[in-house]
DNA sequence: CATCAGGGCCCTG
DNA sequence: CAGGGCCCTGAT
């Protein structure tokens, strides 16, 4: 499906805005909704029944941010989409989030101090719904990155559709109706193995409307927690990941997965492998932080795994 | 060829 | 609250 009309919105993001480090995060899995080089990042979206694309270029600086988003529709856009679809931009990009105070309170941190120096300015951003967040969160559990990818393309493939614009085709996520009809055998024919249960039933909860990603937003770590674990598939460690990448709470550190434990482990204390009570309290001087100090360190480690070898990192990244 | 563990989660006892 | 089973893959 090609996408021919443009709206151009400009925004301005609270500074310090950092670009790349913003909208490309190195540890996540590459999936083909989506594409970032320098200055420039293009991701599909669902928004009110259409299918969009998205293109977002840096128009300006750290200090003096800008960001020029292009929308790419099939139909022109009206008016009264155009302005539900701005501050649902806003949000996604996590444009408009005050963290002045987290650089300021930690500019001399011991680790923070040099990484502030590379990507100050960074913040979460989940430019995915909640629906489609979930659903990479399921393709995640239990499996290698290179099985995790093969997973969800093959999804793309049979339940999503390509669009076309800037030049590029990306991948458009299905909806939740529409896996909600297929049957799990289907599902299961694309190699996802027992997770073909979960996606189901989570597709059959949206379908029914039992989540309301944008009254979630407003809610409380404890009340987000008790409403997603509603899920079936969906236990601790997705929702650790998910208060923070998706709902920013920046605070939200409280249990660790084992292979983010042999990660922060030498990250923090350079041993193989720490407990993680010990993790968990050094992180507590980074306060209502400490997601966030965590977050910047760890894409930190990705950024510098682009230009050089961590020889141990390699060897916990499994392929 | 067989065996096993992997960015979990559910369910059972 | 500990532990087995679940799907599929690639490593050994």
């Not at 979206?45 to 969009?52: F, I, Y």
């Not at 027992?194 to 996606?199: D, G, H, N």
């Not at 980074?286 to 070898?309: I, S, T």
Request: charged content about 30%; aromatic content about 14%.
């Amino acid at each position: 499906m090609k996408l021919k009309h443009k709206t151009s919105l400009t925004f301005y993001p609270t500074p310090p805005f950092h670009f790349d480090a913003t909208l490309h995060k190195p540890s996540h899995f590459p999936s083909s909704d989506n594409a970032w080089k320098k200055g420039k990042y293009c991701i599909t979206m669902r928004w009110q029944n259409q299918k969009l694309g998205l293109k977002l270029e840096n128009k300006g600086t750290t200090i003096k941010p800008k960001v020029l988003i292009t929308i790419y529709s099939k139909e022109k856009l009206t008016k009264d989409f155009i302005l539900t679809l701005k501050p649902e931009l806003e949000w996604r990009f996590n444009l408009k989030t005050e963290l002045a105070d987290f650089f300021n309170q930690f500019k001399n941190d011991r680790v923070l101090k040099s990484i502030f120096k590379k990507w100050k300015g960074s913040r979460p951003v989940s430019a995915n719904s909640l629906y489609e967040t979930l659903v990479i969160y399921v393709v995640l559990q239990n499996a290698t990155v290179r099985r995790s990818v093969q997973m969800l393309e093959n999804l793309f493939k049979k339940y999503g559709s390509k669009l076309e614009f800037d030049r590029q085709k990306l991948s458009c996520f299905w909806t939740p109706q529409e896996l909600d009809k297929v049957p799990e055998r289907d599902l299961r024919r694309l190699k996802v193995g027992y997770r073909a249960k979960f996606l189901k039933r989570i597709s059959k909860q949206f379908a029914k409307g039992e989540i309301n990603e944008f009254a979630m937003r407003k809610m409380t770590n404890q009340q987000i927690e008790n409403e997603v674990l509603k899920l079936y598939g969906i236990g601790p460690a997705s929702v650790e990941y998910l208060l923070f990448e998706d709902f920013y709470r920046y605070d939200a550190f409280s249990t660790i997965p084992p292979w983010d434990q042999k990660i922060l482990s030498r990250l923090l204390f350079n041993k193989k492998l720490v407990p993680v009570s010990k993790i968990l309290k050094y992180a507590k001087h980074w306060g209502k932080y400490k997601k966030l100090a965590v977050h910047y360190l760890w894409e930190d480690l990705f950024w510098q795994r682009k230009n050089k070898k961590i020889e141990w990192l390699e060897k916990e990244i499994r392929l």
